[in-house]
């Protein structure tokens, strides 16, 4: 954090998010209370190009932390990781360890019989503090997040899967390259990104292309997953929930049903995994200030409190802890960068770029000499260094920005050589991949460093 340290066990006020946040939705003449998460491009000096002894973009991206409301990733302050341990250790996992803020994660949530874990996809703290006082999400809000970075679904679901950063895990963002495939996967789907081909089909098995075993099967307490019908059956929900039980929904009254009745009859301790994605596919499509977005964060508080309600008889002491793997940031009419597959910049990569879409992979090809390397660095900072900086793998890892940890032979590889980062509301994209269409009508994204993506609340009722 920059500046005067907080105590992390306080919400952030409202409006305190990203400089120069806060502006119109629709009409730009209405002036409206709720912030939109993106907009305009930052102008600090980090972003600043061309001037006599222009800074290196290591120095571009220290400075855009310090003065331009990005969030350096930190391991000083509540992390996402820290509820990731805590919930291995509140289940009797063998090897699960706490310590500094996860010990005070584990402390908050308590010894209890029945553990629930919703992850509520795309539920930044910035949706929670608009809520009412007297909202459930409000009232048991217990302390902010920092997200894991990239803060993008693939990689926050993997660690809460594995227990171990993206550093080990090697799931560094939604379109992932994998040495042994060539070529780039989509790993949640767990299929070849070019033509959605499942993985399985071509060959490879869920615990060769996620290396660290995942830990519900490792828990003391009996573990199911509550999943949305589409998924409860996918191949990465299968590794995730080994031999516990996939108990799919159709509706979330219908998810709170399965919950309530599988602790009802459950003979011992139990942990139940509850993800819903409806906050993120709304917020996606529709932007952050649509009220639609809203009313389903609404629901969503009006869910948890039926269910906390409906837990409160059946003894055991259950405990609702409630987290997301990110929140969002809008996207400006003008901040969607295109790459065409016949782009030049292509021309010296092994594959297309992978990660997201405010953090982007690039794998130079392996014949790739120190010339090649220095004409993509500077063919990549002339046309896109306004909006990105790029950075090498060396230079992520010294910056300790996906962990504290070193990077795993496996996660290096599927890095590549350079990965760039957005430092704004821009993204970037490769053309050709499937969902082209979607993309381009979507109004918010994120894996970015504002913090309206980086903050993720803690919630525990």
């Known amino acids: 954090m920059v500046g005067r340290p907080r105590d992390p066990r306080l919400p952030l006020p409202l409006g305190s998010f990203v400089k120069g946040a806060y502006t119109a939705c629709g009409d730009p003449g209405l002036l409206i209370q709720r912030p939109c998460y993106f907009r305009g491009r930052s102008t600090g000096p980090a972003h600043r190009l061309g001037s006599e002894r222009p800074m290196d973009d290591v120095q571009r991206l220290l400075t855009a932390f310090e003065d331009d409301g990005l969030v350096r990733p930190s391991f000083a302050e509540p992390h996402f990781m820290d509820l990731v341990h805590a919930v291995g250790a509140l289940t009797r996992v063998p090897d699960a360890r706490v310590e500094g803020h996860a010990a005070t994660v584990a402390h908050e949530v308590g010894e209890t019989e029945h553990l629930v874990v919703v992850l509520a996809d795309g539920l930044g703290l910035h949706f929670v503090e608009e809520l009412p006082p007297d909202a459930w999400l409000r009232r048991h809000l217990a302390m902010p997040l920092q997200a894991a970075f990239p803060p993008t679904t693939a990689v926050a679901i993997t660690s809460l899967a594995t227990g171990t950063w993206v550093t080990e895990h090697a799931a560094p963002g939604w379109w992932t390259y994998l040495p042994a495939l060539g070529e780039a996967s989509v790993i949640l789907p767990f299929q070849r990104l070019k033509d959605e081909s499942p993985l399985e089909a071509l060959g490879f098995d869920p615990a060769e292309a996620l290396p660290p075993l995942p830990i519900m099967p490792r828990m003391a307490y009996d573990a199911a997953s509550v999943l949305p019908a589409a998924i409860a059956e996918s191949t990465y929900s299968r590794w995730m929930s080994g031999a516990g039980a996939r108990l799919p929904y159709a509706t979330a009254e219908q998810a709170l049903d399965r919950i309530v009745e599988r602790i009802q009859d459950a003979p011992g301790p139990t942990y139940t995994y509850w993800y819903t ?6 917020a996606h499509d529709l932007g952050t200030c649509d009220a639609r977005v809203h009313r389903a964060v609404e629901e969503l508080d009006g869910l948890l409190d039926q ?8 003894g055991g002491r259950p405990r609702i802890v409630v987290t997301a793997d990110h929140g969002h940031r809008e996207v400006p009419a003008d901040g969607r960068v295109l790459l065409q597959a016949d782009d030049p910049i292509l021309g010296y990569l092994r594959c297309h770029p992978t990660g997201d879409v405010r953090v982007l992979y690039f794998h130079l090809r392996p014949d790739a000499g120190r010339a090649d390397h220095a004409a993509f660095r500077d063919a990549f900072r002339e046309r896109f260094g306004e909006g990105f900086v790029l950075l090498s793998t060396d230079e992520v890892q010294r910056l300790r920005l996906m962990g504290p940890d070193t990077f795993s032979a496996e996660t290096r590889r599927r890095l590549g050589d350079y990965t760039a980062i957005s430092l704004g509301a821009e993204v970037m994209r490769y053309a050709a991949a499937p969902g082209l269409d979607r993309f381009m009508r979507q109004r918010s994204q994120h894996s970015g460093l504002s ?10 009722g």
């Open 451 to 460: 913090e309206a993506e980086m903050r993720v609340p803690l919630v525990v």
């Open 307 to 314: 269910l906390q309600t409906r837990l409160a008889p059946l």
């Open 277 to 282: 994605s409806r906050v993120d596919r709304l």
